[in-house]
């Protein structure tokens, strides 16, 4: 049985409940983020934390923990269901208040945090890679808060889903951003490309990992921007996140990216990360050098 955290209590997650006013299942007004867990050990929560109270600030809601209380409080909840590997699930909504689209004048906000199983890469992907499409991207203008209002991008990767694909890769005014659930990365002239940050897409932890462990091991890399054109003729075709890592694209939207298979840059970042990850169970958080 799954232990969760909810308002400063830890219960079995059949246990676990919420006002159906709280707003943030009758609004969506409220963020999240997403921690992998290797070994029992938090893998970069201080970035995830960092990039939490950003989304926080940005929707005007004040953290409701402090740095110390949040690392003890997803420690706890990782020891409570077993340490390994897990991902811990973290959302604060704005609380239970009566409808009204204006911010309530005194509110309590909803914590609530769980894990789940981690499931490693497969060993398919990584022989053969995984097929994605492109689409037009049609989320609001700041993807760059990680908001539970996520109604575009289920339909966007559903889409994708049904096409046979795994992620869809948004364009929007002429520019390639990142997947409906995911950073991207291209190879280019053996050059590793990714889009700067900006409101159209959210600054991935994993996104700046690989950018540390690239920088770290001399790896050509830049950020720029991405059109459809340089999608197109990629050599190498890369997804990241949290939970899926580093995603090799081998098929985009009916043509093979270069030879069809995961490409040498991708084999190579995915062996720096696997290493660092391994550091982070022996010793914990660990440099990218």
Not at 167 to 179: K, Q, S, T
Not at 245 to 252: A, K, N, Q, S, W
Request: glycine share 8%; net charge negative; hydrophobic share 40%.
């Amino acid at each position: 049985m799954s232990i969760v955290y909810l308002n400063g209590e830890f219960l079995p997650v059949e246990r676990a409940q919420i006002s159906v006013m709280d707003r943030g299942f009758v609004f969506g007004d409220g963020v999240y983020e997403v921690i992998p867990v290797y070994g029992g050990r938090l893998f970069r929560l201080e970035q995830h934390l960092q990039r939490l109270a950003r989304s926080l600030a940005e929707i005007r809601l004040l953290n409701p923990l402090s740095g110390e209380e949040w690392r003890r409080c997803l420690q706890d909840l990782v020891t409570r269901n077993g340490d390994g590997d897990q991902s811990v699930y973290v959302q604060i909504t704005r609380g239970v208040a009566p409808r009204d689209h204006a911010f309530p004048k005194e509110i309590k906000p909803t914590v609530y945090a769980a894990s789940s199983p981690l499931r490693p890469q497969t060993a398919e992907v990584a022989e053969h890679g995984v097929a994605a499409i492109s689409l037009p991207d049609i989320r609001w203008q700041r993807c760059d808060i990680k908001a539970i209002t996520l109604l575009p991008n289920i339909l966007l990767r559903q889409q994708a889903i049904d096409q046979g694909a795994v992620e869809a890769i948004l364009v929007r005014d002429g520019l390639v951003n990142e997947g409906a659930a995911s950073n991207l990365f291209i190879v280019k002239g053996g050059e590793l490309i990714t889009p700067p940050k900006g409101d159209y897409l959210l600054p991935g932890i994993t996104r700046d990992l690989v950018l540390e462990l690239a920088a770290a091991h001399a790896i050509t890399y830049r950020e720029a921007t991405i059109t459809p054109q340089d999608l197109a003729g990629a050599e190498e075709i890369w997804l990241t996140s949290s939970t899926r890592e580093i995603l090799p694209v081998t098929r985009l939207d009916t043509h093979a990216v270069g030879n069809g298979k995961p490409g040498p840059l991708w084999r190579r970042m995915t062996s720096l990360y696997q290493d660092y990850k391994q550091g982070v169970r022996e010793r914990g958080e660990a440099p990218a050098a």
